[in-house]
C-alpha cells in the first residue's frame, strides 16, 4: 500500500523543541559490535557465493564487546583484565551437495570466518589495542530455524523477488540538518589517519552529542585519550583542546552561520586526577560493554527527534532481512526524493512495513511524508516520490542493494 502524504509537521530546522542528535564513533564499544558483526555476515556471504554461487541463511546481529579492567596512567599503565568479544547469530554451517549419484555432506568453516573477521576488523579500528593481549575473541553462531531459513531458501535465487523474512519496519528521512551534519562530520574528522597524526593522544572512542535552540548550537566531545602519548595533566588539557579547536573549526566551515559552542571531556576533574585516559583508545578497557543495535542508526547516527526505528541493522543478512533492508531502503529513498526535488522538497520521510512471507519489492505499508518549498504544487513533488518509490521496490534495485552490501558500500552503522 503507498501512501504520499504532505507533512503536518514543521521542517526540523525550524522546529521550536530542541534538536539532539549523538554519533558514536567507530571506537565506541557498540559502534565496535556494529562493525564486527556486518563484517562477519559480509565474509560469510563472499566464502558462500566463492564456493556455493549462492548466499545461506544467516543472521550473526548478536554481538557483544564485554569490557575489561586496566589501570592507565601517564606514559603507560597496565590491562588488568583483557576485554572479550562473542559474536552470536545463526548461520548455515553444513550443506549437503549431490555429485552424480552421490551426494556429499560439506561443513562450512563459520568459526574461524567469524574469529579472523574480529581480528581484522579491531585491528583496522585501533592504533594502540594489542589484538593478542587485549581482547579475547569468541563465537557462538549455530544453525538457524526450519522456518526462517525456509523464508530464506526461497529468496535466494537472483532472478527472484526475495521474500520478506519478517514482520517488521524501517524508516528513513532527507536531508541531515545542520546540526546532523556536524554530529557526524566532527566524529569522521577526529577519527581521520589526517587529524590522529597531529593529535596522536587521541583516542577511536569518541563520541558526539550536539544539541541547538533557535540558533545557538552546543556539541559535547567525549574523546578517550591514550596514557602514553601523554607525560602530564599540561599535555593532556593540550591534546583535548586540539579536539575542541579542530571542531570549532569545522563547524565554522560547514554551519557557518550557527552560533556554535564546544566543550571536551566535561566529566573531568583535572585537580583530582580524574581524566579521560585510556591504554588502548576505548572505554571498553575498564569496564565499558557494547552491544550491536544500541549505537547509531543506518545513516550513521542517534536522532531521537526523527523517526527511528529500534531495528539492529548490522550483522542481518542483505538477501531478505527486511530489518537491514527497509532501514536503508528508507534512507535511500528519502534521500533520492529530495534530491529530485531540487529545492521544491524541503524534507522526505519514508516509512516502510513488511509482512513475513511477502514480497520484498511490494511492502505492507509504504507511507511518504513530504514537506513542499513555498507556493509549490503538492502533486508535482508527489509525482516525485512515486516515481522514486517505484524504482527502489524493484526487483533490480533489491539486487544492486544486495550486491552493494556485500560489497561494504552501504554505510549501515
Not at 589517519?193 to 544539541?211: L, N, P, Q, R
Not at 595533566?233 to 557557518?256: F, G, H, M, R, S
Not at 576533574?269 to 543506518?298: F, M, P, Q, W
Request: proline share 4%; with cysteine.
Amino acid at each position: 500500500m503507498l501512501k504520499i502524504s504532505q507533512a503536518n509537521f514543521l521542517p526540523i530546522e525550524k522546529s521550536e523543541f530542541p534538536e539532539i542528535c549523538e554519533r558514536k564513533g567507530v571506537g565506541h564499544p557498540d559502534t565496535v559490535c556494529d562493525a564486527v558483526a556486518d563484517a562477519c555476515s559480509r565474509a560469510l556471504c563472499v566464502y558462500y557465493l566463492e564456493n556455493y554461487d549462492r548466499v545461506y541463511h544467516h543472521n550473526v546481529d548478536k554481538a557483544a564487546l564485554v569490557g575489561g579492567t586496566a589501570k592507565p596512567e601517564f606514559g603507560g599503565g597496565m590491562i588488568i583484565q583483557p576485554q572479550y568479544f562473542l559474536i552470536v547469530g545463526r548461520a548455515i554451517n553444513q550443506i549437503l551437495t549431490e555429485c552424480g549419484t552421490e551426494s556429499k555432506l560439506e561443513y562450512i568453516p563459520v568459526a574461524t570466518i567469524c574469529i579472523d573477521t574480529q581480528r581484522k576488523i579491531l585491528g583496522d579500528i585501533f592504533r594502540n589495542l594489542n589484538l593478542n593481549r587485549d581482547i579475547q575473541f569468541d563465537y557462538a553462531v549455530r544453525p538457524g530455524s526450519i522456518d526462517l531459513t525456509g523464508v530464506f531458501d526461497d529468496s535466494h535465487h537472483t532472478d527472484d523477488i526475495p521474500l520478506s523474512n519478517d514482520t517488521s519496519f524501517g524508516v528513513g528521512y532527507a536531508p541531515y540538518s545542520d546540526v546532523e551534519k556536524i554530529t557526524l562530520e566532527a566524529e569522521k574528522l577526529i577519527n581521520s589517519d589526517k587529524f590522529k597524526e597531529k593529535c596522536k593522544a587521541s583516542g577511536e572512542d569518541i563520541k558526539v552529542m550536539t544539541e541547538r535552540l533557535g540558533n545557538k548550537v552546543g556539541i559535547t566531545v567525549a574523546a578517550a585519550m591514550v596514557s602514553k602519548y601523554i607525560n602530564d595533566a599540561d599535555e593532556y588539557i593540550n591534546y583535548t583542546n586540539q579536539i575542541k579547536e579542530a571542531v570549532l573549526d569545522l563547524a565554522a566551515k560547514i554551519i557557518p552561520e550557527r552560533e556554535v559552542i564546544c566543550q571536551v571531556n566535561v566529566g573531568d576533574k583535572v585537580e583530582k586526577g580524574i581524566l579521560y585516559l585510556t591504554i588502548t583508545g576505548t572505554s571498553a578497557e575498564a569496564g565499558d560493554d557494547g552491544e550491536v543495535g544500541r549505537g547509531n542508526r543506518s545513516n550513521g547516527l542517534i536522532t531521537p527527534c526523527r523517526p527511528m526505528s529500534l531495528e539492529a541493522v548490522c550483522g542481518k543478512n542483505p538477501i531478505n532481512h527486511v530489518g537491514k533492508l527497509y532501514n536503508i531502503l528508507g534512507t535511500e529513498m528519502s534521500r533520492e526524493i529530495y534530491k529530485r526535488g531540487e529545492g521544491d522538497i524541503l524534507e522526505a520521510h519514508v516509512k516502510l512495513l513488511s509482512q513475513i512471507g511477502r514480497p520484498i519489492t511490494d511492502p505492507w505499508v509504504n507511507s511518504i511524508e513530504l514537506i513542499p518549498a513555498e507556493n509549490i504544487n503538492f502533486a508535482s513533488i508527489e509525482k516525485i516520490a512515486k516515481e522514486v518509490s517505484e524504482e527502489m521496490l524493484s526487483k533490480e534495485y533489491f539486487i544492486d542493494l544486495r550486491k552493494r552490501l556485500i560489497e561494504g558500500k552501504v554505510q549501515t552503522y
